[in-house]
């Protein structure tokens, strides 16, 4: 789950570099596109952020996961080690 948040914040970036290199493009270069460099950065500003925080939600589901499976061993040990101590 966390492996498609890290993709998606990838990409994120990614657009949020090419945004941010199409503002220091001269608007001659940009035929039919928005030629306002405040908007471009304003796009790069917000696809950054959107990246940041799915790299963040993408940390805690690893996080959460791996102490949920850590958890779920550390419960199997303590049942395997109970029955162990009754046989005996």
Do not use: K
């Not at 039919?32 to 939600?57: D, E, H, K, Y």
């Amino acid at each position: 789950m966390s492996r498609n948040f890290y993709i998606l914040a990838g990409s994120l970036l990614f657009f949020a570099v090419v945004a941010g290199g199409m503002s220091l493009i001269p608007s001659s270069f940009q035929p039919g596109l928005p030629a306002n460099a405040s908007l471009w950065r304003t796009i790069a500003i917000f696809l950054m952020l959107c990246g940041l925080v799915c790299a963040f939600i993408g940390v805690m589901t690893n996080l959460f996961e791996q102490v949920d499976r850590r958890h779920e061993e550390a419960r199997i040990n303590a049942r395997r080690d109970r029955r162990r101590g009754r046989r005996e």
